[in-house]
Each structure stands twice: as structure tokens, then as C-alpha cells.
């Protein structure tokens, strides 16, 4: 459990670094050097792609909650990021929603069942599989849809979805194995998860307000990926710990709905 926190302590500060960098690199952009050559946005891939190794090892130790939970604390320390790097001053309003996130994040946590999380059945991939088609054909309808909060939402829900994928993956007793891991509906699970979340995400952005977009994704990220662990892949809650876990969603919650939009953030630095 202590090496799963580790890990998903590690994930979130590698987002906020991404997060810091490619926001810095769209202030860089010229007509000879577009974004996608900026090195310092290159370099912020690289780390987004660090973070996400980080969250695939915490998640093998953690209930799916508790990962996504942390995760989420990177709005909060990019915003403590915000004020040391570029001066922006917090509003009170910004440092009691720290706090509470923080607090939040601390209870969910708190909440994680002691247990290693174990596998899923065929009956996890079979619901996962009729999720992502779902998430497909939203993201089909609503490409074209001016209502960036839509979008922003299937964007959560495809990106909270690589995490269930994640988890259900099975990795056998010997370790990791290429042949295996190709044979398992998960691994192609995870992708269309990814390719879902990554274009409605970047379309939401594209249609609406960032602050809105990025209040709706990182919302549904975290809190309904959570909610589907418990029920389909039998993440437990510790005894005791239901009404501190429920509290902890909803001051976390309303924490990174505060900080997503304040004016003290920086535009595109939550950018994926």
C-alpha cells in the first residue's frame, strides 16, 4: 500500500511539471516553430508519459478511488505552483479550496482498504467493452456539439476508463509478459479509452472556457472511476471509513471545481 502511494504521489507531481511546461510552451509558439516543436512541450509529454507509468504501478497496489483521488491533487499543487513560479496571489477563496482538496484527498486515501486490489473477471471487460462503445458514439454525436461541457465530460469518463482498464489487466505470477498482456481485451480496452479521451478533450478545449473544461474532466475523472471500482472490480473501502471516504469525494470535488476556476490559473497549463 505504502509503495502505491509512493507511486501515485509520484503521478501527480509529474502532471503538475507536465502540465507547467506545456502551458509555458504555448506562450513560446511562432509560425516557424509551432507548438508541437516546442522543446519545452516535448518535454512535457515525455513527463506526462512518466506519470502515467507511475499511475499504472500505483493502481496495481490501490484501490482505483484512492489513485484518481491523488491524482486530482495536481490542480491543487499547480495552483501553490502558479503563485511560486510566476507570482500569481491566491485569493482566500483559492487557499481554503487547497485546503479542503487537500483534506479531501487525505480522507479518501485514508479510506483505501489494506488489501492488494485483485483482478477483474470477463464480466469487468464485457461492461467495459459496452462502456467504451458508448463513449465512442458519444464522442461521434458530440464532436460537432458547441457545448464544450459535454464534451469535457465523455473526456472525464474515457480518461477515468484507462484507469478500470488498467486494473483489469492481468499480470501473472512470472511478471510481465508481451504475448500475454496482446491476448487480453484489456490492453485494447485501455487504448480505445486513451483515443477517446484524447479527442473529445482536446475538442472540449477547442469548443469552450478552460476553466469549465477543465473543472467537468477532472471531476468525472476522478470521482466516477472510483465509483464503478467498487462495484465491478471489488475495490473495498476500509471499515469504518464509508462516511470519511463520501466526505473526502465531496470536499475534493468541490476543491478542484473552485480551483478550475479561478482566475489564478494560467491558461492551458491543464492541458493533457
Do not use: K
Not at 141 to 165: E, I
Amino acid at each position: 500500500m505504502v509503495l502505491g502511494l509512493v507511486f501515485a504521489v509520484a503521478a501527480m507531481v509529474l502532471n503538475c511539471v507536465a502540465g507547467l511546461l506545456q502551458s509555458d510552451a504555448t506562450t513560446r509558439t511562432t509560425r516557424r516553430r509551432p507548438l508541437a516543436l516546442q522543446p519545452r512541450f516535448i518535454l512535457g509529454l515525455i513527463v506526462d508519459g512518466l506519470a502515467w507509468v507511475c499511475t499504472v504501478v500505483a493502481l496495481r497496489f490501490l484501490p482505483v478511488f484512492a489513485v484518481q483521488a491523488i491524482l486530482g491533487g495536481s490542480i491543487a499543487l499547480t495552483a501553490l505552483a502558479v503563485r511560486w513560479i510566476w507570482g500569481a496571489r491566491l485569493s482566500v477563496l483559492d487557499r481554503v479550496a487547497i485546503g479542503g482538496c487537500v483534506t479531501g484527498l487525505v480522507l479518501i486515501a485514508g479510506a483505501a482498504g489494506v488489501d492488494r486490489p485483485g483482478g477483474a473477471g470477463t464480466a469487468a471487460d464485457i461492461v467495459l467493452g459496452i462502456s467504451l462503445g458508448v463513449l465512442a458514439a458519444a464522442t461521434i454525436v458530440l464532436y460537432n456539439s458547441r457545448h464544450a461541457w459535454l464534451l469535457a465530460l465523455v473526456a472525464g469518463l474515457g480518461f477515468g476508463g484507462t484507469s478500470l482498464a488498467v486494473r483489469s489487466v492481468y499480470i501473472g505470477p512470472d511478471g510481465f509478459d508481451v504475448v500475454a498482456l496482446l491476448a487480453q481485451p484489456a490492453t485494447y480496452l485501455l487504448l480505445g479509452f486513451w483515443l477517446v479521451g484524447i479527442v473529445t478533450f482536446a475538442r472540449a478545449l477547442s469548443r469552450g472556457d478552460l476553466s469549465l473544461v477543465t473543472a467537468v474532466f477532472t471531476v468525472t475523472e476522478v470521482v466516477v472511476p472510483g465509483l464503478v471500482a467498487i462495484g465491478l472490480l471489488g475495490d473495498r473501502i476500509r471499515d469504518g471509513w464509508t462516511v470519511p471516504f463520501v466526505v473526502g469525494l465531496v470536499l475534493a470535488a468541490a476543491g478542484v471545481v473552485a480551483l478550475a476556476g479561478s482566475p489564478t490559473q494560467r491558461t492551458g497549463q491543464w492541458q493533457r
